[in-house]
């Protein structure tokens, strides 16, 4: 299994120009994240919605052909550029960067989670858009855990603590 690499030296620097901690980075890099998991989902919504499901399949399951692929990455790095609202350099580093990294992620969950055979499956556009939502939200459970902080949503009217009714 490959490693990741670490922290581009670019965002690190970034983080420390702007005088930001740790956390408050990963607050960036989960904007930027979350960025790119709604422009990869537009662009897989958008190509189903035209009638291009068996593409969008063979994407998911990693069997597109090279021209495609190419096409729908490109698509994908448009929206997540116009998304960002940077520009120049950093623009295409942190786009270079967080986009395949997104990818992966939702082609692992997607061949966890058995997406390719519900779709296969069920062959109307409305059905097809439900799976890829689906999809979205496992992805992005993958991309920005929420670990061991302890939050929970409460039902109206639960008496608070002593230290926070005050």
């Not at 520009?87 to 692992?108: C, D, H, I, T, Y």
């Not at 556009?125 to 949503?153: C, F, N």
């Amino acid at each position: 299994m490959k490693s990741l690499p670490r922290l581009p030296e670019f965002l690190r620097a970034a983080g420390q120009l702007t005088g930001l901690a740790a956390w408050q980075t990963g607050r960036l890099f989960r904007r930027a994240t979350r960025a790119a998991l709604e422009a990869v989902q537009e662009v897989l919504r958008a190509e189903v919605e035209k009638g291009n499901l068996q593409q969008v399949r063979e994407f998911l399951a990693g069997k597109a052909l090279p021209a495609v692929r190419a096409l729908l990455l490109e698509r994908m790095a448009t929206r997540l550029l116009v998304r960002l609202g940077l520009r120049g350099a950093l623009a295409s580093n942190v786009v270079g960067w967080v986009l395949p990294f997104v990818v992966e992620q939702l082609l692992k969950v997607a061949q966890k989670s058995g997406v390719f055979d519900k779709v296969r499956d069920h062959t109307t556009v409305q059905e097809a858009l439900r799976r890829l939502e689906e999809l979205k939200q496992v992805a992005w459970k993958r991309l920005s855990p929420d670990h061991g902080t302890g939050a929970e949503l409460l039902p109206d009217g639960t008496p608070l603590p002593p230290q926070l009714s005050a």
